[in-house]
């Protein structure tokens, strides 16, 4: 899983592999769970962002695309 500012940026935001654990496959129930750890995203600026999970093997298959946004935190430490 690669994430990007926005598509065809050349900086990378996060990169998940099964290699890193940042993706775990679950075939048995059809399950890959992402996991990006809160050192992260804390990392992560605010606004729009642009990912793709892809399955490599002998040929790259893109199984899942898509936006999320990073909003800016509302609630402070008291």
């Given at each position: 899983m690669?994430v990007?500012p926005?598509?065809?940026?050349?900086?990378?935001?996060?990169v998940?592999?099964?290699?890193?654990?940042?993706?775990?496959l679950?075939g048995?129930?059809?399950r890959?769970?992402?996991?990006?750890?809160?050192?992260?995203t804390?990392a992560?600026?605010?606004?729009?962002?642009n990912?793709d999970?892809?399955?490599?093997?002998s040929?790259?298959?893109r199984?899942?695309?898509?936006?999320?946004?990073?909003t800016?935190?509302?609630t402070?430490?008291?």
């Open positions: 690669t990007r926005f598509v065809g940026a050349t900086t990378t935001i996060f998940g592999t099964t290699a890193n654990s940042y993706i775990v679950d048995v129930n059809g890959v769970t992402v996991t990006i750890p809160e050192n992260l804390a992560f600026i605010p606004g729009r962002y990912y999970l892809v399955f490599d093997s040929e790259v298959t199984i899942l695309e898509g936006q999320f946004i990073v800016g935190a509302v402070t430490t008291v």
